[in-house]
């Protein structure tokens, strides 16, 4: 598609899935799962923060660059007012008596299953705005996470410090006397924490989930999130400016009554921003937002059968595997149906997925030995959930089905 073509469409599709984004995302609020999500996050960053801080501290204190850490805290606790100061001192000062270098092998691995503790809590949060079920394993999610949290301070830091020390350069300094240079490199200066939060939201939709998100979904989620930080900070602090009635009465705990709402006004901006990246990316869940998407018995075996007959087709004449995004142009069915018809093909083994990003569906086994009986037996049967729920149900009646199954077979022989 021409580049001009493809721009008029996403112009053109632009006001109308921004309506069904934001009524999705207002349902998603009101539902209060991102709210409880938020508080939950709340309590673990409290207990984690010192942890993870004093780890990252250890990281750059090797490099030279830990001097950067406090700066970087304040910004962040700006909308604190004179108490982000007082804050961000405390923490610093927990941070050094922290010494990771003479914790021992137990306590660094009790300080590392902190870390490990809240990352699991973060990706199950922005996997529940994904619709992801399944979070990573345990080694998986030590390996992933670990490399962030070592090599991602280091990176962001030493970006800080180039940026001071390119700022700083005489040959800039001389370009801002320059009227025209002097503004641009103003306005530079002062956007560069803004452009750090953009940059840190966007990775994070980006690598977090345990699914494939697009750069260009996580980036419109990140620059619309960090604006919301920006403007959620500008309100806060002067929420805080205004509150000298509560500081009075909160009195010593009035610093930390503010550290907690601001924790809890981050998570849930980091959450919408998560749910409004997913419904970029997929704005079908958005535009049929509660209507269910339930097929009826019938249709149900017909789907599954049809997505066994084209997967089973492509798989032998050795083409390019199916995936959800294919099988959705193909047949033109909405993605929460395929979702749901797949995911009982893979639970009862019929199908399964590569581990290439976006996953190919490919079968389980060699056709000649899986029966339209199966097929039909699986749909009707559903995934572990409903088999469980089944279990609870019925499961107090097995008698009674068992003779229904044989007078239903003992019919089809007659016949």
């Known amino acids: 598609m021409p580049i001009r073509k493809f721009c008029q469409k996403q112009y053109q599709q632009f006001p109308c899935n921004s309506v069904y984004i934001a009524r999705a995302l207002l349902k998603d609020i009101q539902a209060g799962q991102l709210n409880l999500r938020a508080m939950s996050l709340v309590f673990t960053t409290f207990l984690s923060l010192v942890p993870l801080l004093a780890f990252s501290f250890s990281i750059l204190q090797a490099f030279g660059i830990h001097d950067q850490m406090q700066p970087v805290l304040e910004e962040l606790l700006r909308p604190l007012g004179s108490q982000s100061t007082e804050i961000t001192q405390k923490i610093i000062e927990f941070v050094r008596n922290m010494k990771v270098g003479v914790m021992g092998a137990f306590g660094l ?48 830091f030493s970006a800080l410090g180039l940026s001071a020390s390119f700022m700083s350069n005489d040959w800039i300094q001389e370009l801002r006397t320059i009227s025209p240079f002097g503004i641009v490199i103003a306005t530079l200066t002062k956007n560069v924490p803004s452009l750090l939060i953009i940059t840190a939201f966007s990775f994070a939709y980006w690598f977090i989930p345990n699914t494939r998100v697009k750069p260009r979904s996580a980036l419109i989620g990140g620059v619309i999130a960090g604006s919301l930080w920006q403007l959620a900070g500008w309100a806060f602090a002067s929420y805080v400016a205004a509150s000298s009635g509560q500081a009075q009465i909160y009195s010593v705990f009035a ?58 087709k492509r798989h032998y004449q050795q083409t390019t595997p199916y995936t959800l995004e294919s099988l959705k142009q193909q047949f033109q069915i909405p993605i929460p149906l395929l979702e749901r018809c797949l995911k009982v093909l893979i639970f009862h083994k019929i199908l399964t997925t590569d581990n290439q990003q976006p996953s190919h569906y490919i079968p389980m086994r060699p056709m000649s030995d899986t029966r339209i009986e199966d097929i039909l037996k699986a749909i009707r049967t559903g995934d572990q959930q409903q088999v469980q729920t089944a279990k609870g149900l019925f499961g107090q009646f097995p008698p009674m089905l068992e003779d229904r199954q044989q007078s239903l077979r003992e019919l089809a022989q007659k016949d």
């Not at 345990?138 to 301070?153: A, C, L, T, W």
């Not at 990316?281 to 066994?308: I, S």
């Open 109 to 156: 691995l009790v300080l590392i299953f902190t870390i490990i503790s809240l990352t699991q809590k973060v990706e199950a949060a922005f996997n529940f705005t994904w619709r992801v079920e399944t979070n990573r394993n345990f080694m998986e999610r030590f390996s992933h996470y670990i490399s962030v949290i070592v090599v991602g301070p280091i990176l962001m």
């Open 255 to 312: 610093g930390l009554f503010f550290f907690f709402i601001w924790m809890y006004v981050g998570w849930i901006i980091l959450l919408i921003g998560s749910s409004i990246a997913y419904y970029i990316q997929q704005p079908e869940y958005a535009r049929h937002y509660g209507e269910g998407h339930y097929l009826a018995a019938q249709d149900q075996e017909r789907l599954g059968l049809t997505l066994m007959q084209a997967i089973a």
